[in-house]
């Protein structure tokens, strides 16, 4: 199977298409159905179309992936397919993907007390919130601890660990916490002001790790070394300046945001969540780290970032695309498809580090818009080079200009 997607970037829409089905993969177009859509909001017209194209080249734990990415910026799958290459098996690990609920009490005239009296009742609210997820628990999951904390102006929360499984969980996580507050209320003599689920996602929390040889960052290898060093520079950098760690991380989210999307979950819960996290220690910083081991001429990336993403239910289940995407993936549950979001997050801020500390990033941009050009145009297998090569020599890549190079190689020809 792997040969067949060889050089895929270097195929044509209809050939990489025929490779899919005669794989089974695609047999034929998916699209949302305007009746699903229609059921899924209010006032639904139409569907918004973002293209989705698969990297190539991911080892994660010892096993290959396509990935599916939803995406319409141009550089980003060519980027993640380019970096998983260079930096080859990404090992993750993931302790637990746990969602937080919270009840906002408000009004709370003692709140120590308030706490002493929910510490004193807890088994109490863990009954009830096992009452209430009874399915979660059939499945394997459901409430694992309950905590409080007061706050300024009579505000006491009850936090509360969902083990969720492969399912986002909110629709149970919001049913706990409204079950839950009417006993928090009576025994606290408050009122509830706020049941929800919390997107600071703290328990579900991938870390991802590679090492790799800096001779595959150049075949010179001081300049290889020199890569590597520059790019343990732009991570320390990051990590100081948030203006910079923003960017930094929106080169992340580049690969993390595609998957997410293809894979129909929340992107908006998932950013939240990220987000939140870089900032955890009251500066916004980079969400990973790139250190060049100097004595074993390793480049060392790692990347932690929280990842409360499904595989089951929601728009998950009935949007096709996002089963086929889960498919090419190989059905991966829902901790899996954490780790590899997260591999794909180190690996597009891997590529665009390196873009960054040697060419800089418009280079590549140029090139990948030449060949899509080129592909658009007919150039030929025998011509691409020249083409290419005349291409980019002009400051600006365009379409006119690139039919006219053609036309002007197949004149003289
Ligand atoms: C562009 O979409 C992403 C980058 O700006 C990320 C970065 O600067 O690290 C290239």
């Given at each position: 199977m792997k040969e067949k997607f060889?050089?895929?970037?270097?195929?044509t829409l209809e050939e990489r298409r025929q490779i899919l089905k005669e794989l089974n993969m695609l047999n034929e177009k998916i699209s949302l159905d305007e009746e699903i859509g229609d059921t899924m909001i209010e006032n639904y017209v139409l569907n918004m179309e973002i293209p989705l194209g698969l990297a190539m080249n991911f080892s994660i734990n010892g096993k290959e992936y396509i990935i599916p990415m939803a995406i319409e910026e141009p550089s980003v799958v060519a980027a993640a397919s380019n970096g998983a290459k260079t930096l080859g098996n990404i090992e993750t690990s993931m302790d637990r993907k746990y969602l937080i609920g919270q009840v906002v009490l408000e009004n709370v005239e003692d709140p120590d007390a308030a706490i002493k009296i929910l510490e004193e009742n807890k088994n109490s609210l863990m009954d009830l919130a096992e009452e209430h997820s009874q399915s979660m628990i059939k499945r394997g999951g459901g409430p694992k601890e309950i905590t409080f904390k007061k706050f300024d102006q009579g505000f006491v929360c009850i936090y509360i660990s969902v083990d969720t499984c492969d399912s986002m969980g909110a629709n149970t996580i919001n049913t706990i916490l409204e079950a839950l507050a009417p006993l928090a209320e009576d025994l606290t003599n408050s009122s509830a002001l706020l049941r929800i689920l919390s997107n600071h996602a703290i328990e579900s929390v991938v870390v991802a790790e590679t090492k790799t040889p800096v001779q595959n960052l150049d075949k010179d290898i001081e300049k290889a070394r020199q890569v590597a060093r520059r790019i343990e520079a732009a991570t320390k950098y990051a990590n100081i300046d948030p203006y910079r760690a923003v960017t930094h991380n929106k080169g992340v989210m580049n690969g993390v945001d595609a998957v997410v999307l293809a894979t129909g979950n929340d992107f908006r819960a998932v950013e939240a969540g990220v987000h939140a996290y870089t900032v955890r220690d009251g500066q916004y910083r980079s969400l990973t780290s790139w250190t060049f081991d100097e004595e074993n001429d390793l480049l060392l990336g790692r990347i932690e970032i929280p990842m409360a993403v499904a595989t089951l239910g929601g728009t998950i289940s009935i949007n096709p695309i996002a089963k086929w995407s889960l498919q090419v993936l190989s059905n991966p549950d829902a901790k899996e498809l954490a780790k590899i979001i997260a591999s794909v997050g180190l690996v597009q801020n891997f590529s665009a580090l390196r873009a960054l500390v040697t060419d800089g990033i418009q280079k590549g941009h140029m090139s990948l818009h030449a060949k899509t050009l080129a592909k658009q145009i007919g150039v030929k297998e025998e011509e691409m080079d020249e083409f290419m090569r005349s291409l980019l020599k002009a400051d600006k890549v365009n379409l006119s200009l690139a039919k006219g190079i053609l036309a002007k190689m197949r004149e003289e020809d």
């Amino acid at each position: 199977m792997k040969e067949k997607f060889n050089k895929f970037y270097k195929k044509t829409l209809e050939e990489r298409r025929q490779i899919l089905k005669e794989l089974n993969m695609l047999n034929e177009k998916i699209s949302l159905d305007e009746e699903i859509g229609d059921t899924m909001i209010e006032n639904y017209v139409l569907n918004m179309e973002i293209p989705l194209g698969l990297a190539m080249n991911f080892s994660i734990n010892g096993k290959e992936y396509i990935i599916p990415m939803a995406i319409e910026e141009p550089s980003v799958v060519a980027a993640a397919s380019n970096g998983a290459k260079t930096l080859g098996n990404i090992e993750t690990s993931m302790d637990r993907k746990y969602l937080i609920g919270q009840v906002v009490l408000e009004n709370v005239e003692d709140p120590d007390a308030a706490i002493k009296i929910l510490e004193e009742n807890k088994n109490s609210l863990m009954d009830l919130a096992e009452e209430h997820s009874q399915s979660m628990i059939k499945r394997g999951g459901g409430p694992k601890e309950i905590t409080f904390k007061k706050f300024d102006q009579g505000f006491v929360c009850i936090y509360i660990s969902v083990d969720t499984c492969d399912s986002m969980g909110a629709n149970t996580i919001n049913t706990i916490l409204e079950a839950l507050a009417p006993l928090a209320e009576d025994l606290t003599n408050s009122s509830a002001l706020l049941r929800i689920l919390s997107n600071h996602a703290i328990e579900s929390v991938v870390v991802a790790e590679t090492k790799t040889p800096v001779q595959n960052l150049d075949k010179d290898i001081e300049k290889a070394r020199q890569v590597a060093r520059r790019i343990e520079a732009a991570t320390k950098y990051a990590n100081i300046d948030p203006y910079r760690a923003v960017t930094h991380n929106k080169g992340v989210m580049n690969g993390v945001d595609a998957v997410v999307l293809a894979t129909g979950n929340d992107f908006r819960a998932v950013e939240a969540g990220v987000h939140a996290y870089t900032v955890r220690d009251g500066q916004y910083r980079s969400l990973t780290s790139w250190t060049f081991d100097e004595e074993n001429d390793l480049l060392l990336g790692r990347i932690e970032i929280p990842m409360a993403v499904a595989t089951l239910g929601g728009t998950i289940s009935i949007n096709p695309i996002a089963k086929w995407s889960l498919q090419v993936l190989s059905n991966p549950d829902a901790k899996e498809l954490a780790k590899i979001i997260a591999s794909v997050g180190l690996v597009q801020n891997f590529s665009a580090l390196r873009a960054l500390v040697t060419d800089g990033i418009q280079k590549g941009h140029m090139s990948l818009h030449a060949k899509t050009l080129a592909k658009q145009i007919g150039v030929k297998e025998e011509e691409m080079d020249e083409f290419m090569r005349s291409l980019l020599k002009a400051d600006k890549v365009n379409l006119s200009l690139a039919k006219g190079i053609l036309a002007k190689m197949r004149e003289e020809d």
